[in-house]
């Protein structure tokens, strides 16, 4: 059984940056994908960023790209998601989630283990 704790959230103003953290246990961190997602107030929970199982590969949702940056350590079973440039609308419960496969994807069903979330909220 994989657990997945997040980490880094909080409050921060409009412009300004925060560094998620998502700590994994068990042995096979580096076999598989690992994605961050998010859940803003009254909506459903949407792809943010995803990266492949080596990190070599990355992919992001629109609303992220030059902003946010996913990154993992796999010596460390830690994946990480840099945010830059905070907007009001990243205001969300954000979950990393581990990849059923090498690659990353962009829905949640390609996802096996999910952490509970940090909340992030961005000020105007």
């Known amino acids: 059984q994989v657990q997945l704790i997040e980490s880094g959230g909080g409050l921060v103003q409009a412009g300004g940056s925060l560094n998620l953290s998502c700590a994994a246990s068990?042995?096979?961190?580096?076999?598989?994908?690992m994605g961050w997602f998010r859940q803003g107030p009254g909506k459903e929970r949407e792809f943010v960023a995803g990266?492949?199982?080596?990190?070599?590969?990355?992919n992001s949702a629109n609303s992220a790209k030059g902003r946010f940056t996913i990154s993992r350590d796999n010596a460390k079973n830690m994946v990480y998601l840099q945010m830059n440039s905070l907007k009001p609308e990243d205001t969300a419960v954000y979950y990393c989630a581990e990849g059923r496969s090498v690659w990353p994807r962009t829905t949640e069903n390609e996802y096996n283990y999910w952490g509970q979330g940090t909340q992030v909220t961005v000020s105007s």
């Open positions: 990266i492949s199982a080596s990190g070599a590969i990355a």
């Open positions: 068990g042995s096979t961190f580096s076999r598989y994908s």
